[in-house]
Protein backbone atom coordinates (compact mmCIF):
# COMPACT_ATOMS: atom_id res chain seq x y z
CA UNK A 1 0.00 0.00 0.00
CA UNK A 2 2.96 2.76 0.91
CA UNK A 3 4.56 1.75 -2.75
CA UNK A 4 1.30 2.85 -4.17
CA UNK A 5 0.55 5.52 -2.46
CA UNK A 6 3.84 6.67 -3.31
CA UNK A 7 3.98 6.16 -6.73
CA UNK A 8 0.15 8.09 -7.00
CA UNK A 9 1.69 11.33 -5.52
CA UNK A 10 5.12 12.09 -6.92
CA UNK A 11 4.96 15.95 -6.04
CA UNK A 12 6.07 14.69 -2.83
CA UNK A 13 9.21 14.51 -3.85
CA UNK A 14 8.78 17.58 -6.32
CA UNK A 15 6.02 20.02 -6.49
CA UNK A 16 6.75 21.23 -9.81
CA UNK A 17 5.99 17.18 -10.96
CA UNK A 18 2.00 18.23 -10.19
CA UNK A 19 1.96 20.54 -13.64
CA UNK A 20 3.57 17.34 -15.49
CA UNK A 21 0.37 15.00 -14.25
CA UNK A 22 -1.71 14.26 -17.43
CA UNK A 23 -5.17 15.38 -16.03
CA UNK A 24 -3.80 18.94 -15.32
CA UNK A 25 -1.38 19.23 -18.46
CA UNK A 26 -4.74 18.53 -20.49
CA UNK A 27 -6.91 21.12 -18.53
CA UNK A 28 -4.77 23.50 -18.35
CA UNK A 29 -4.22 23.41 -22.37
CA UNK A 30 -7.42 24.64 -23.10
CA UNK A 31 -7.90 28.11 -24.59
CA UNK A 32 -10.64 28.41 -21.63
CA UNK A 33 -9.55 26.23 -19.08
CA UNK A 34 -11.57 25.34 -16.30
CA UNK A 35 -9.76 25.42 -12.83
CA UNK A 36 -10.96 24.68 -9.02
CA UNK A 37 -9.97 25.61 -6.04
CA UNK A 38 -9.91 24.40 -2.64
CA UNK A 39 -12.63 24.95 -0.37
CA UNK A 40 -11.93 23.73 3.36
CA UNK A 41 -14.59 21.57 4.51
CA UNK A 42 -15.18 17.40 4.21
CA UNK A 43 -16.75 17.05 0.50
CA UNK A 44 -18.11 13.80 -0.65
CA UNK A 45 -18.47 14.60 -4.43
CA UNK A 46 -20.70 12.10 -6.51
CA UNK A 47 -21.08 12.50 -10.23
CA UNK A 48 -21.48 10.28 -13.80
CA UNK A 49 -17.82 8.72 -14.55
CA UNK A 50 -16.22 10.30 -17.16
CA UNK A 51 -17.55 14.01 -16.10
CA UNK A 52 -13.97 15.52 -15.15
CA UNK A 53 -14.17 14.18 -10.99
CA UNK A 54 -10.66 13.09 -11.29
CA UNK A 55 -9.25 16.20 -13.12
CA UNK A 56 -11.25 18.12 -9.98
CA UNK A 57 -9.28 16.50 -7.73
CA UNK A 58 -5.68 16.97 -9.38
CA UNK A 59 -6.68 20.56 -10.04
CA UNK A 60 -7.56 20.95 -6.05
CA UNK A 61 -3.89 19.28 -5.86
CA UNK A 62 -2.39 21.73 -8.12
CA UNK A 63 -4.66 24.95 -6.39
CA UNK A 64 -3.26 24.00 -3.01
CA UNK A 65 0.41 23.71 -3.88
CA UNK A 66 0.24 27.04 -6.06
CA UNK A 67 -1.18 28.52 -2.50
CA UNK A 68 1.66 27.11 -0.78
CA UNK A 69 0.65 24.18 0.91
CA UNK A 70 3.48 22.03 1.42
CA UNK A 71 2.83 18.73 -0.98
CA UNK A 72 4.03 16.14 1.42
CA UNK A 73 0.81 16.79 3.38
CA UNK A 74 -1.58 16.12 0.12
CA UNK A 75 -2.47 12.30 -0.79
CA UNK A 76 -4.33 11.36 -3.19
CA UNK A 77 -5.35 7.88 -3.84
CA UNK A 78 -7.35 6.06 -7.01
CA UNK A 79 -9.41 3.21 -4.87
CA UNK A 80 -10.42 1.36 -8.00
CA UNK A 81 -7.94 -1.55 -6.68
CA UNK A 82 -9.09 -1.70 -2.70
CA UNK A 83 -11.57 -4.26 -1.70
CA UNK A 84 -12.89 -3.02 1.21
CA UNK A 85 -13.10 -0.26 3.74
CA UNK A 86 -10.18 -1.51 5.43
CA UNK A 87 -8.13 -0.73 2.97
CA UNK A 88 -9.24 2.66 3.25
CA UNK A 89 -8.97 2.83 7.16
CA UNK A 90 -5.64 1.35 6.63
CA UNK A 91 -4.47 4.93 4.00
CA UNK A 92 -6.43 6.96 6.30
CA UNK A 93 -4.02 5.68 9.45
CA UNK A 94 -0.54 5.34 7.98
CA UNK A 95 -1.60 8.78 6.26
CA UNK A 96 -1.64 10.45 9.58
CA UNK A 97 1.43 8.45 10.79
CA UNK A 98 3.52 9.71 8.27
CA UNK A 99 2.37 13.23 8.05
CA UNK A 100 1.86 15.82 11.47
CA UNK A 101 0.10 19.05 11.58
CA UNK A 102 -2.18 20.33 8.86
CA UNK A 103 -3.49 16.85 6.04
CA UNK A 104 -5.26 16.80 3.48
CA UNK A 105 -6.89 13.58 1.65
CA UNK A 106 -8.44 12.97 -1.55
CA UNK A 107 -10.08 9.56 -1.98
CA UNK A 108 -10.81 9.19 -5.87
CA UNK A 109 -13.77 6.58 -7.01
CA UNK A 110 -14.70 5.09 -3.16
CA UNK A 111 -18.06 4.29 -3.36
CA UNK A 112 -17.81 1.26 -5.36
CA UNK A 113 -15.46 -0.35 -2.45
CA UNK A 114 -17.57 -2.63 0.07
CA UNK A 115 -18.87 -1.10 3.14
CA UNK A 116 -16.76 2.57 2.20
CA UNK A 117 -19.31 4.69 4.60
CA UNK A 118 -17.90 2.37 7.31
CA UNK A 119 -14.84 3.70 6.71
CA UNK A 120 -15.38 7.69 6.59
CA UNK A 121 -17.41 6.92 9.48
CA UNK A 122 -14.56 5.90 11.19
CA UNK A 123 -12.55 8.49 10.17
CA UNK A 124 -15.19 11.31 10.78
CA UNK A 125 -15.57 10.02 14.82
CA UNK A 126 -11.86 9.19 15.61
CA UNK A 127 -8.77 11.74 16.14
CA UNK A 128 -7.57 10.92 12.77
CA UNK A 129 -9.66 13.73 11.49
CA UNK A 130 -8.12 16.11 13.56
CA UNK A 131 -6.23 18.64 11.12
CA UNK A 132 -7.41 16.61 8.10
CA UNK A 133 -9.65 17.65 5.44
CA UNK A 134 -11.27 14.99 3.44
CA UNK A 135 -12.39 14.74 -0.30
CA UNK A 136 -13.89 11.75 -1.67
CA UNK A 137 -15.72 11.34 -5.49
CA UNK A 138 -17.47 8.62 -6.38
CA UNK A 139 -19.68 7.42 -9.38
CA UNK A 140 -22.87 6.07 -7.54
CA UNK A 141 -25.62 8.01 -5.24
CA UNK A 142 -26.57 4.48 -4.46
CA UNK A 143 -28.05 4.29 -0.49
CA UNK A 144 -26.83 7.94 -0.15
CA UNK A 145 -28.58 10.71 1.10
CA UNK A 146 -27.68 13.70 2.30
CA UNK A 147 -28.10 12.39 5.88
CA UNK A 148 -25.73 9.41 5.78
CA UNK A 149 -23.70 11.11 8.02
CA UNK A 150 -25.97 12.26 10.58
CA UNK A 151 -23.99 15.03 12.23
CA UNK A 152 -20.81 14.47 11.21
CA UNK A 153 -18.95 17.49 9.44
CA UNK A 154 -19.04 16.43 6.26
CA UNK A 155 -20.90 18.01 2.98
CA UNK A 156 -22.47 15.37 0.05
CA UNK A 157 -22.40 17.68 -3.15
CA UNK A 158 -23.45 16.62 -7.17
CA UNK A 159 -20.45 16.76 -9.51
CA UNK A 160 -22.74 17.10 -12.82
CA UNK A 161 -21.74 17.28 -16.66
CA UNK A 162 -21.34 20.98 -16.75
CA UNK A 163 -25.07 23.23 -17.50
CA UNK A 164 -25.76 25.39 -20.34
CA UNK A 165 -24.82 28.54 -18.36
CA UNK A 166 -21.40 26.73 -17.87
CA UNK A 167 -20.62 25.82 -20.99
CA UNK A 168 -21.78 29.84 -22.35
CA UNK A 169 -19.62 30.93 -20.26
CA UNK A 170 -16.50 28.79 -21.56
CA UNK A 171 -17.86 29.71 -25.25
CA UNK A 172 -18.22 33.44 -24.46
CA UNK A 173 -16.27 34.93 -21.34
CA UNK A 174 -17.50 38.35 -22.84
CA UNK A 175 -21.33 36.92 -21.93
CA UNK A 176 -20.25 35.39 -18.67
CA UNK A 177 -19.92 39.02 -17.02
CA UNK A 178 -23.53 39.81 -18.44
CA UNK A 179 -24.53 36.48 -16.72
CA UNK A 180 -22.99 37.22 -13.34
CA UNK A 181 -25.25 40.34 -13.06
CA UNK A 182 -28.72 37.78 -13.19
CA UNK A 183 -30.01 36.07 -10.44
CA UNK A 184 -32.28 33.05 -10.29
CA UNK A 185 -35.71 34.27 -9.96
CA UNK A 186 -39.32 32.46 -10.09
CA UNK A 187 -41.48 34.71 -10.86
CA UNK A 188 -42.87 35.22 -14.92
CA UNK A 189 -42.58 38.49 -14.95
CA UNK A 190 -38.42 38.73 -13.34
CA UNK A 191 -37.69 35.72 -15.51
CA UNK A 192 -39.05 37.87 -18.36
CA UNK A 193 -36.86 41.05 -17.54
CA UNK A 194 -33.72 39.18 -17.38
CA UNK A 195 -34.39 37.39 -20.69
CA UNK A 196 -34.89 40.75 -21.63
CA UNK A 197 -31.54 42.21 -20.49
CA UNK A 198 -29.82 38.94 -21.94
CA UNK A 199 -31.70 39.64 -25.79
CA UNK A 200 -29.32 41.17 -27.38
CA UNK A 201 -26.67 38.54 -26.93
CA UNK A 202 -29.89 35.93 -28.36
CA UNK A 203 -28.32 35.30 -31.83
CA UNK A 204 -24.23 34.29 -29.50
CA UNK A 205 -26.92 31.87 -27.17
CA UNK A 206 -28.74 30.23 -29.73
CA UNK A 207 -25.40 29.51 -31.10
CA UNK A 208 -24.32 28.42 -27.99
CA UNK A 209 -27.63 26.07 -27.43
CA UNK A 210 -26.76 24.18 -31.00
CA UNK A 211 -23.56 23.56 -29.15
CA UNK A 212 -24.22 22.46 -26.41
CA UNK A 213 -27.10 20.16 -28.00
CA UNK A 214 -23.79 18.24 -29.30
CA UNK A 215 -21.51 18.71 -26.56
CA UNK A 216 -23.32 17.89 -23.71
CA UNK A 217 -21.82 19.26 -20.55
CA UNK A 218 -18.82 17.23 -20.89
CA UNK A 219 -15.64 19.02 -20.97
CA UNK A 220 -13.97 16.30 -23.30
CA UNK A 221 -16.90 16.40 -25.53
CA UNK A 222 -17.20 20.05 -25.28
CA UNK A 223 -13.17 20.69 -26.08
CA UNK A 224 -13.19 18.40 -28.80
CA UNK A 225 -16.05 19.68 -30.60
CA UNK A 226 -14.17 23.38 -30.43
CA UNK A 227 -10.89 21.90 -31.43
CA UNK A 228 -11.48 19.62 -34.07
CA UNK A 229 -15.77 20.85 -35.12
CA UNK A 230 -16.69 17.10 -33.89
CA UNK A 231 -17.22 14.99 -30.68
CA UNK A 232 -14.88 11.87 -31.25
CA UNK A 233 -16.09 8.65 -31.94
CA UNK A 234 -13.51 7.20 -28.90
CA UNK A 235 -15.79 9.71 -26.93
CA UNK A 236 -18.96 8.05 -27.60
CA UNK A 237 -17.56 4.85 -26.71
CA UNK A 238 -16.07 6.22 -23.36
CA UNK A 239 -19.47 7.20 -22.31
CA UNK A 240 -21.14 3.99 -22.99
CA UNK A 241 -18.60 1.99 -21.61
CA UNK A 242 -18.42 4.02 -18.67
CA UNK A 243 -22.60 3.62 -18.22
CA UNK A 244 -22.57 0.26 -18.54
CA UNK A 245 -19.64 -0.90 -16.27
CA UNK A 246 -20.74 0.65 -13.80
CA UNK A 247 -24.51 -0.70 -14.05
CA UNK A 248 -22.53 -4.64 -14.45
CA UNK A 249 -20.78 -3.62 -11.46
CA UNK A 250 -23.53 -3.83 -9.31
CA UNK A 251 -24.20 -6.56 -10.42
CA UNK A 252 -27.07 -6.02 -12.63
CA UNK A 253 -27.81 -7.17 -16.25
CA UNK A 254 -26.44 -5.20 -19.38
CA UNK A 255 -28.77 -6.96 -21.41
CA UNK A 256 -31.78 -5.93 -19.27
CA UNK A 257 -30.47 -2.33 -18.83
CA UNK A 258 -29.73 -2.25 -22.43
CA UNK A 259 -33.43 -3.29 -23.05
CA UNK A 260 -34.74 -0.34 -20.95
CA UNK A 261 -32.72 2.43 -22.33
CA UNK A 262 -34.03 1.19 -26.02
CA UNK A 263 -37.93 1.22 -24.84
CA UNK A 264 -36.91 4.95 -23.11
CA UNK A 265 -35.85 6.23 -26.55
CA UNK A 266 -39.19 4.74 -28.41
CA UNK A 267 -41.22 6.65 -26.18
CA UNK A 268 -38.45 9.94 -25.17
CA UNK A 269 -40.47 12.60 -23.69
CA UNK A 270 -43.66 10.03 -23.23
CA UNK A 271 -45.29 9.14 -20.52
CA UNK A 272 -45.14 5.30 -19.75
CA UNK A 273 -46.04 3.00 -16.85
CA UNK A 274 -43.97 -0.07 -15.82
CA UNK A 275 -45.95 -2.48 -16.96
CA UNK A 276 -46.65 -1.47 -20.48
CA UNK A 277 -42.35 -1.22 -20.78
CA UNK A 278 -41.62 -4.39 -19.52
CA UNK A 279 -44.21 -6.12 -21.93
CA UNK A 280 -42.60 -3.98 -24.33
CA UNK A 281 -39.27 -5.03 -24.16
CA UNK A 282 -40.10 -8.10 -22.83
CA UNK A 283 -38.50 -7.99 -19.12
CA UNK A 284 -40.07 -10.19 -16.64
CA UNK A 285 -41.88 -7.60 -14.29
CA UNK A 286 -42.70 -4.49 -13.75
CA UNK A 287 -40.84 -4.87 -10.45
CA UNK A 288 -36.99 -5.06 -12.59
CA UNK A 289 -38.23 -2.01 -14.50
CA UNK A 290 -38.57 0.04 -11.66
CA UNK A 291 -35.30 -1.79 -9.95
CA UNK A 292 -33.50 0.05 -13.06
CA UNK A 293 -34.49 2.87 -13.47
CA UNK A 294 -33.32 3.88 -9.97
CA UNK A 295 -30.56 2.54 -10.62
CA UNK A 296 -29.99 4.57 -13.47
CA UNK A 297 -31.19 7.89 -11.20
CA UNK A 298 -28.68 6.65 -8.89
CA UNK A 299 -25.38 6.12 -11.56
CA UNK A 300 -26.28 9.79 -12.97
CA UNK A 301 -27.57 8.50 -16.48
CA UNK A 302 -30.96 9.84 -16.03
CA UNK A 303 -33.52 10.92 -13.94
CA UNK A 304 -37.05 9.86 -13.43
CA UNK A 305 -39.56 12.45 -13.36
CA UNK A 306 -43.54 11.52 -11.78
CA UNK A 307 -46.98 12.87 -11.89
CA UNK A 308 -48.44 15.59 -9.14
CA UNK A 309 -51.07 17.96 -9.17
CA UNK A 310 -50.69 20.85 -8.64
CA UNK A 311 -52.17 21.45 -5.00
CA UNK A 312 -49.85 18.67 -3.87
CA UNK A 313 -46.60 18.80 -5.11
CA UNK A 314 -44.99 15.27 -4.10
CA UNK A 315 -44.98 12.63 -6.64
CA UNK A 316 -47.73 9.95 -7.46
CA UNK A 317 -46.11 6.84 -7.81
CA UNK A 318 -48.18 4.38 -9.30
CA UNK A 319 -49.32 7.01 -11.97
CA UNK A 320 -47.37 6.92 -15.61
CA UNK A 321 -44.04 8.58 -15.51
CA UNK A 322 -41.40 10.17 -17.86
CA UNK A 323 -37.67 9.69 -18.22
CA UNK A 324 -35.03 12.17 -19.82
CA UNK A 325 -31.03 11.54 -20.15
CA UNK A 326 -29.11 13.62 -17.49
CA UNK A 327 -27.34 15.08 -20.55
CA UNK A 328 -27.48 15.87 -24.14
CA UNK A 329 -24.24 13.54 -24.72
CA UNK A 330 -25.75 10.25 -22.71
CA UNK A 331 -28.40 10.73 -25.15
CA UNK A 332 -26.66 11.17 -28.59
CA UNK A 333 -24.50 8.15 -27.25
CA UNK A 334 -27.41 5.54 -26.95
CA UNK A 335 -28.93 6.95 -30.12
CA UNK A 336 -25.87 5.96 -31.80
CA UNK A 337 -25.93 3.00 -29.96
CA UNK A 338 -29.36 1.47 -31.32
CA UNK A 339 -29.34 3.63 -34.64
CA UNK A 340 -32.99 6.03 -33.12
CA UNK A 341 -32.50 9.18 -33.42
CA UNK A 342 -34.58 11.39 -30.81
CA UNK A 343 -36.56 14.50 -32.40
CA UNK A 344 -35.31 17.70 -31.32
CA UNK A 345 -38.00 19.06 -29.55
CA UNK A 346 -37.52 16.08 -27.31
CA UNK A 347 -33.95 16.50 -26.64
CA UNK A 348 -35.00 20.38 -26.03
CA UNK A 349 -37.67 19.42 -23.69
CA UNK A 350 -35.21 16.84 -21.92
CA UNK A 351 -32.49 19.48 -21.80
CA UNK A 352 -34.94 21.90 -20.12
CA UNK A 353 -36.05 19.17 -17.56
CA UNK A 354 -32.82 18.36 -16.26
CA UNK A 355 -31.89 21.78 -15.96
CA UNK A 356 -34.72 23.02 -13.46
CA UNK A 357 -34.65 19.19 -11.82
CA UNK A 358 -30.74 20.80 -10.56
CA UNK A 359 -32.97 23.90 -8.59
CA UNK A 360 -35.93 22.78 -7.84
CA UNK A 361 -38.25 19.65 -7.33
CA UNK A 362 -39.43 18.75 -10.61
CA UNK A 363 -42.65 16.82 -11.87
CA UNK A 364 -45.21 16.98 -14.58
CA UNK A 365 -49.01 17.08 -15.28
CA UNK A 366 -51.45 14.77 -16.83
CA UNK A 367 -54.96 15.05 -16.97
CA UNK A 368 -57.19 15.64 -20.04
CA UNK A 369 -54.31 18.56 -20.59
CA UNK A 370 -50.48 18.17 -19.31
CA UNK A 371 -47.56 20.57 -18.64
CA UNK A 372 -44.58 19.28 -19.27
CA UNK A 373 -42.53 20.32 -15.78
CA UNK A 374 -44.31 21.68 -12.40
CA UNK A 375 -42.15 23.04 -9.15
CA UNK A 376 -43.88 24.81 -6.31
CA UNK A 377 -43.20 28.06 -8.09
CA UNK A 378 -44.18 27.67 -11.43
CA UNK A 379 -44.99 25.68 -14.61
CA UNK A 380 -43.03 25.67 -17.63
CA UNK A 381 -44.06 24.14 -21.19
CA UNK A 382 -41.65 23.66 -23.79
CA UNK A 383 -42.96 24.44 -27.11
CA UNK A 384 -40.02 24.30 -29.78
CA UNK A 385 -41.24 25.58 -33.05
CA UNK A 386 -41.26 29.09 -34.12
CA UNK A 387 -44.73 30.06 -33.57
CA UNK A 388 -46.53 29.84 -29.89
CA UNK A 389 -48.91 31.67 -28.44
CA UNK A 390 -50.36 32.22 -24.92
CA UNK A 391 -52.91 29.42 -25.22
CA UNK A 392 -50.15 27.09 -25.80
CA UNK A 393 -50.13 27.10 -22.17
CA UNK A 394 -52.99 25.25 -20.60
CA UNK A 395 -55.42 26.57 -17.90
CA UNK A 396 -54.89 24.10 -15.51
CA UNK A 397 -55.08 26.76 -12.35
CA UNK A 398 -51.21 27.01 -12.38
CA UNK A 399 -50.16 30.62 -10.94
CA UNK A 400 -46.68 31.01 -12.47
CA UNK A 401 -46.97 30.14 -16.18
CA UNK A 402 -43.48 29.82 -18.18
CA UNK A 403 -43.61 29.36 -21.76
CA UNK A 404 -40.84 28.21 -23.44
CA UNK A 405 -40.32 28.89 -27.39
CA UNK A 406 -37.84 28.81 -29.85
CA UNK A 407 -37.87 32.59 -30.29
CA UNK A 408 -40.93 34.71 -28.76
CA UNK A 409 -40.11 36.90 -25.91
CA UNK A 410 -42.95 38.09 -24.70
CA UNK A 411 -45.48 39.00 -21.38
CA UNK A 412 -48.48 38.52 -20.99
CA UNK A 413 -50.03 40.35 -17.72
CA UNK A 414 -53.40 39.26 -16.97
CA UNK A 415 -52.26 35.63 -17.65
CA UNK A 416 -48.94 36.13 -15.24
CA UNK A 417 -47.19 34.43 -18.40
CA UNK A 418 -43.66 34.84 -19.76
CA UNK A 419 -43.16 33.66 -23.49
CA UNK A 420 -39.22 32.98 -23.21
CA UNK A 421 -36.73 31.39 -25.76
CA UNK A 422 -35.14 28.35 -24.44
CA UNK A 423 -31.58 29.60 -24.58
CA UNK A 424 -32.80 32.90 -22.71
CA UNK A 425 -34.25 31.11 -20.17
CA UNK A 426 -31.42 27.90 -19.46
CA UNK A 427 -28.89 30.62 -18.90
CA UNK A 428 -30.84 32.21 -15.83
CA UNK A 429 -30.78 28.79 -13.61
Known sequence: MEELMGFQNPWWRDKKVIYEDEKVKEALSKRNPIRYTFENRN?????????????????????LIERGTNPRSILYFSCDLLKDYRDIVEILKFFSRMQRGEKFVLLDEVTFVEGWERAIKFFLDSPLKKDTTLYITGSSSLGLKRESFPGRPIKVEEFLPL??????????????????????????????????????????????????????????????????????????EMIYNATIFDV????????????????????????????????????????????????????????????????????LFRKERKFYFLDPLILETFSRKFGMEVEIAKKVEGIVGEHIKRNFDTYFFHNAKEV??????????????????????????????????????????????????????????
Do not use: C
Not at 255 to 270: D, M
Open 163 to 236: SFKKVVELLNPKIKRELEKITLETSPKALYENALELYPYMDELFEAFYFYLSSGGYPKSIFELLERGEVSPDTY
Open 43 to 63: KIIVGPRQVGKTTYLKLIILD
Open 248 to 315: TKLGRSERIALSIILGILKRYGEKFSLNALSKEMEIGSHVTVREYLEIFEELFIGRNYFQTKPNLMSP
Open 372 to 429: DFITKDFGVEVKWQNKVKPSDFPRIGIKNKILLSKGTLDFVEERNLAIIPVPLFLVQL
